[in-house]
């Protein structure tokens, strides 16, 4: 596979707008569908990492791999209500990130989810709740979602200046 993509990296981290196909090492890369989810509090959904999982005790934004002949959108509405008990009504793509942790390779296809139908809870058992954006930064995310907190709070921070 290669890049078909305008990207920037950071250390081991790239981020990018489209991709149509990726490979970040040789490694096996894991395809992963992730969901931002927003409340009409401007509150952002998050879990934290269970232990034995890859990253456990981090808090990240749900979802999880695409599994082959899924689209994206489909894995993602599959990952979210196994995961944290929602079904998706509106979403859209935000961002694309790729990052090599050295043992494990991710590519990250994170969506917007605006509009679903439920009420999003830990249902495998893990600590999830609902924070405003700004504080996102007060939780230890793994470093490949680093990229999506600071594009939400950079959106914050663009309204925020246009408010005044």
């Given at each position: ?6 990207y920037?990296?950071?250390?081991r ?5 489209e991709?149509?196909?990726v ?6 890369s894991?395809w ?5 989810i ?5 509150e ?7 232990g ?6 981090k808090w990240?934004?749900?979802g999880?791999?695409?599994?082959e ?27 694309k ?17 605006t509009?679903f ?5 830990g249902k ?6 609902w924070?405003?954006c ?6 230890d995310?793994?470093?490949a ?11 914050v921070?663009a ?6």
């Amino acid at each position: 596979m290669v890049w078909h993509a305008e990207y920037e990296i950071i250390g081991r981290t790239l981020i990018c707008e489209e991709w149509d196909e990726v490979v970040v090492s040789e490694k096996q890369s894991v395809w992963v569908a992730v969901g931002v989810i927003e409340n009409g509090q401007g509150e952002i959904f998050i879990c934290q990492r269970t232990g034995g999982k890859h990253q456990a005790g981090k808090w990240e934004f749900p979802g999880g791999k695409v599994e082959e002949g899924e689209s994206v959108a489909e894995a993602l509405d599959r990952e979210l209500d196994e995961e944290i008990g929602i079904r998706i009504e509106a979403c859209e793509p935000l961002l694309k990130i790729a990052h090599d942790y050295g043992d494990k390779a991710v590519l990250l296809d994170v969506w917007r989810v605006t509009r679903f139908r439920g009420t999003p809870y830990g249902k495998e058992g893990q600590p999830a709740l609902w924070i405003p954006c700004e504080q996102l930064v007060d939780y230890d995310f793994p470093v490949a979602n680093r990229p999506i907190v600071e594009h939400l709070l950079e959106k914050v921070r663009a309204n925020s200046h246009s408010d005044q």
